[in-house]
């Protein structure tokens, strides 16, 4: 798998980052999303720098200009609730694309720290021979991507995978690469080292879910 290190180099994504972590800012759920959505266009433009391009004659009105442009069919898959807004940024910048939805959640069985990822929900276009942009803000045990891509695998084989994240942990990296294809890329914006006991990435931001669309009844 290839890793692109958004903050490997400084930029004015440094400043919706810290804005996402920031304990003072990040209740203000309007900029959080936006936030999200803003690192979902950022991360959407560096990615595009991958595609295929073909050059097409453009007729202007004073002549003829000729451009590449990406030959790729490219569908961007969002897991639910988190990955909506990264989606929207996503889209902002892939405004042609086909979409896939895919619910992935944390289940405590027992109401305690001990949880299961369950996969529920999918509508999805046929992903063969296409161009996969997954996107999910919080990479923490890596066990939602991995599910998700499973029971996204009866839709076709993808050409090219492109997952989008917001902030990893090293050891849900780690858990990703076993099970993607090397010729896969990770663009992520940030890395923390830690996983708590209940499995959140330390810094991390908190409960990415919650902080966009406000809490909900564990079940
Ligand atoms: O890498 P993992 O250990 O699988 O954790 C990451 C997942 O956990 C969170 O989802 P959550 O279950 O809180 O759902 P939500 O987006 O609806 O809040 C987050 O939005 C990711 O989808
Ligand atoms: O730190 C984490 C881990 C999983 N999901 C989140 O929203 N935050
Ligand atoms: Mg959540």
Not at 17 to 35: E, G, P, T, Y
Not at 130 to 149: H, Y
């Amino acid at each position: 798998m290839h890793i692109h290190h958004l903050l490997e180099q400084n930029s004015v994504a440094n400043k919706f980052i810290s804005q996402l972590r920031d304990v003072n800012i990040q209740n203000d759920r309007m900029r959080f999303r936006r936030n999200i959505e803003r690192l979902g266009e950022i991360m959407g433009y560096e990615l595009s720098k991958n595609f295929s391009y073909e050059a097409k004659d453009i007729q202007t009105p004073l002549g003829t200009a000729s451009l590449g442009l990406p030959t790729e069919e490219i569908v961007v898959c969002s897991i639910l609730r988190a990955g909506l807004p990264l989606h929207t940024g996503l889209l902002n910048y892939f405004d042609d694309a086909e979409n896939s939805f895919i619910s992935a959640y944390r289940h405590h069985p027992n109401n305690d720290e001990e949880f299961e990822i369950l996969v529920e929900y999918l509508a999805s276009p046929s992903l063969e021979g296409k161009t996969l942009v997954l996107a999910d803000p919080m990479l923490a045990t890596g066990r939602s991507f991995v599910n998700v891509m499973k029971a996204l695998e009866r839709m076709g084989t993808p050409k090219h995978i492109h997952l989008v994240s917001v902030i990893g942990a090293t050891e849900g990296i780690e858990y990703i690469k076993e099970y993607f294809p090397q010729d896969s890329h990770l663009w992520i914006a940030t890395i923390d080292n830690k996983l708590d006991e209940r499995g959140y990435i330390v810094p991390g931001l908190g409960d990415a879910g919650d902080l966009c669309f406000g809490t909900k009844l564990q079940h």
